[in-house]
């Protein structure tokens, strides 16, 4: 099998899940119970706490674990609109915000908010002065990823941040960093982001589990879950004791070494753009400078038929973000691609264990599909 699709999830290393199996199998207790086996529990969660928000640059008592990213995302802008219930009803995000982002939105405008959605130019990006012109006094939010999980292009989230800061805004600011945490500069506390959400499968670690960041100048933020006092009052429920420990496994190992995986993230993915771009008929789309995401397109061949064809033979890419679930990407849409080059996207993703030989694998498949298909467009 070839992998070509860590954007959608990461292979769980073997460290990761002996550190989830030993506290499933011995060190399984509540971490709420006040005997021995529960204190160790719950020294083990605030062990993690620790490794998480320390690579995250934030203090572990602004670190609150949750069930994944999208959790994390809808958390914060809930959490966010009420914090600003006072100041008005109005939130900027962009147009090619992860789902986790947009459909929040769209709940909060069926309940009279008003949202104004950035869209990108034609190479994924969009910049701070387009929230500086959307901008209003009734502004509550800005939530703004950190990087396009399709595009891979990274936004300006710290001029953002400077931004609000100059202008004096009441406007809270959220960033999804799911696809940005330990893959490009990511600094919450540097920055003055206000909320930040993050997800571990995403770096090698278990699924079930995220984080989110919440500044410390956030007080009496509402909780997700009222209940047992957990997370500090603000997540009520059992903390999810081995995902947490895998969590903070797949950050350690993901650490070490890591600008040097990075870089070779980067040269593999120079590489894959070299060979991909020579096959006849395929284009880039998008400019993202992320190390870990490629996007282009087989021009006029549907990139459905593309995903399954490559698919059985054992080589794993996606037509754009995993969420979809078949759908047209939102941010294939939000790019305004004439139709050939629109149907024909697809995302190609790497991690630390990428090799030449699995862009090779891939070049050769992409080849075949071209040369042994007509276009259905």
């Not at 959490?79 to 986790?100: C, D, K, L």
């Not at 903070?248 to 990075?262: F, S, W």
Request: glycine residues 10%; charged residues 20%.
């Amino acid at each position: 099998m070839i992998y070509l699709d860590h954007a959608a999830t990461t292979p769980v290393p073997r460290p990761v899940a002996d550190a989830m199996y030993q506290v499933l199998t011995e060190q399984f207790g509540n971490p709420s119970s006040q005997y021995p086996l529960g204190r160790e529990a719950k020294a083990l969660v605030e062990e993690g706490r620790a490794v998480v928000a320390g690579a995250l640059g934030c203090r572990p008592e602004n670190l609150h674990f949750t069930s994944c990213g999208t959790e994390s995302d809808n958390w914060a802008i809930s959490a966010a609109v009420w914090q600003g219930r006072h100041t008005g009803r109005h939130i900027i995000t962009t147009a090619v915000e992860h789902s986790a982002v947009l459909e929040p939105c769209k709940l909060l405008q069926q309940q009279g908010y008003e949202v104004t959605y950035l869209a990108p130019d034609k190479t994924g990006h969009v910049t701070a002065e387009q929230v500086a012109q959307a901008l209003r006094e009734d502004t509550v939010l800005v939530s703004m990823m950190l990087v396009n999980n399709e595009t891979g292009c990274i936004f300006p989230v710290q001029e953002v941040a400077r931004l609000l800061r100059e202008k004096n805004s009441r406007a809270l600011l959220h960033c999804d960093a799911v696809q940005g945490f330990l893959k490009v500069p990511c600094d919450p506390v540097g920055w003055g982001v206000d909320l930040m959400s993050l997800s571990a499968h995403k770096i090698g670690g278990p699924k079930g589990a995220g984080a989110l960041y919440t500044a410390p100048a956030l007080r009496n933020l509402r909780p997700l879950l009222p209940g047992g006092g957990q997370e500090g009052g603000l997540r009520s429920g059992t903390e999810a004791t081995a995902q947490i420990a895998g969590f903070a496994r797949a950050v350690v190992l993901r650490q070490e070494n890591l600008a040097e995986k990075l870089r070779h993230m980067a040269d593999i993915k120079a590489y894959c753009r070299e060979r991909l771009l020579s096959i006849p008929g395929v284009v880039p789309v998008g400019q993202g400078e992320a190390p870990h995401i490629l996007a282009v397109s087989l021009v006029g061949y549907p990139s459905a038929n593309i995903v399954t064809d490559l698919g059985a033979k054992g080589i794993c890419i996606s037509a754009g973000s995993a969420c979809h679930r078949g759908k047209a990407s939102h941010v294939v849409s939000a790019l305004h691609l004439d139709k050939k080059t629109a149907a024909g996207v697809i995302r190609v993703s790497f991690g630390p264990e990428t090799t030449r030989a699995d862009i090779d694998g891939l070049y050769q498949a992409l080849l075949d599909h071209k040369n042994q298909r007509f276009p259905m467009l």
